[in-house]
């Protein structure tokens, strides 16, 4: 079975600066590794996925994340953070279920970044 | 968002109401999902859908009854509910059902359903 970690409930950073939110993963077989946003009130936003190839994946707003697979984790990060970053932020891991595929999300973490 | 639409956007019901909830997608996919938020718990998924298929989650009680009239329309069906079904429900599409697990999920808005 696969999971997903977000050690971290909440990341505070102050505007400008760089921000980190962590992800690990533990899949059996390739690991197909993707990041949401949800903004208050909103449904799930697609960021970015790591399927295969160059360990750093760039996606929309600003943001990448870095796959490192001897660490088995997928840190979502983006230079310098805005106030309009702050949401909550998903990792989730895809799988083969029985045949189709499902993703398996972590409990999110909440990003605040302050003026 | 608008890749996917879900109405109404919230919802209250009392626990010996019928309702629905419905979602399209305008992405051409063949794949549709239900799932439940709840606060601080991760997303549950409830129902995948194909136009192939129906993928039954036997952890999902009977008051909850999705359909599937097409591969652009999924509806969840509602009846005698819980309060403790209120909760976020979110809908979401993908390219195909086993096509891989490469495949993003895009989801819509959401319903917000209140059960009193």
């Known amino acids: 079975a696969q999971s997903v970690a977000q050690p971290e409930d909440q990341v505070n950073v102050a505007e400008g600066n760089p921000l980190t939110v962590k992800c690990t993963y533990s899949?059996?077989?390739?690991?197909?590794l993707f990041w949401y946003v949800q903004y208050p009130n909103r449904g799930l936003q697609f960021l970015l996925k790591?399927?295969?190839?160059?360990?750093l994946v760039k996606g929309s707003y600003g943001f990448e994340a870095e796959f490192n697979k001897s660490q088995t984790s997928f840190h979502l990060k983006k230079p310098s953070a805005l106030v309009s970053d702050s949401a909550l932020y998903f990792c989730?891991?895809?799988?083969?279920?029985?045949?189709?595929?499902?993703?398996?999300f972590g409990k999110g973490t909440m990003l605040l970044v302050s003026p | 968002e608008t890749g996917v639409t879900q109405t109404p956007r919230h919802l209250v019901m009392g626990m010996t109401n019928k309702k629905s909830l419905k979602c399209e997608q305008h992405?051409?996919?063949?794949?549709m999902y239900w799932y439940k938020q709840s606060a601080k718990k991760p997303l549950e998924l409830m129902f995948v859908?194909?136009?192939?298929?129906?993928?039954e989650n036997n952890s999902v009680p009977s008051r909850f009854s999705p359909e599937c009239p097409n591969s652009s329309h999924l509806f969840l069906h509602l009846h005698t509910l819980q309060p403790e079904d209120s909760a976020l429900y979110l809908c979401?599409?993908?390219?195909?059902?086993?096509?891989?697990?490469?495949?993003?999920?895009?989801f819509g808005p959401g319903t917000r359903l209140t059960v009193l």
């Open positions: 790591y399927i295969t190839g160059d360990n």
């Open positions: 899949v059996s077989g390739n690991p197909y």
């Open positions: 979401a599409s993908s390219p195909s059902l086993r096509g891989g697990s490469t495949d993003t999920q895009y």
């Open positions: 859908y194909s136009l192939e298929e129906r993928v």
């Open positions: 989730a891991v895809s799988g083969l279920n029985s045949g189709y595929s499902t993703l398996t």
């Open positions: 992405l051409g996919h063949n794949a």
